[in-house]
């Protein structure tokens, strides 16, 4: 059993940069594939990115894409999501999880808010 806890988010004005973490219960070395998902008001959660624990290999939303940057730190057993050039529409809560996810682990989440 592995729980996440996410870390971070806050309030940011358009344009503005956040990062977030991803702190794992256990090691995250055994895990093929981590995500980060997010959650707008009045909207199913969705896929941001994702990352190869291994190879650090990633895949982005297009809507992120250039913006966002996945990275994971296998000797802390965390994962990071740096967010450039936010926009109102990236308001949502943030999650991490495996990918494909799994119900038991998801966590709270963290707030990201853009706003000015």
């Known amino acids: 059993q592995v729980q996440f806890v996410e870390s971070g988010g806050g309030l940011v004005q358009p344009g503005g940069s956040l990062r977030l973490s991803c702190a794992a219960s256990g090691s995250i070395d055994r895990l093929y594939v981590m995500g980060w998902y997010r959650q707008a008001p009045g909207k199913q959660r969705e896929l941001v990115a994702t990352i190869t624990v291994r190879s650090g290999i990633t895949n982005y939303v297009d809507s992120v894409k250039g913006r966002f940057t996945i990275s994971r730190d296998n000797s802390r057993n965390a994962l990071y999501l740096q967010m450039n050039s936010l926009k109102p529409e990236d308001t949502a809560v943030y999650y991490c999880?495996?990918?494909?996810?799994?119900?038991?682990?998801w966590g709270q989440g963290t707030q990201v808010t853009v706003s000015s």
């Open positions: 999880n495996i990918f494909p996810s799994r119900q038991d682990y």
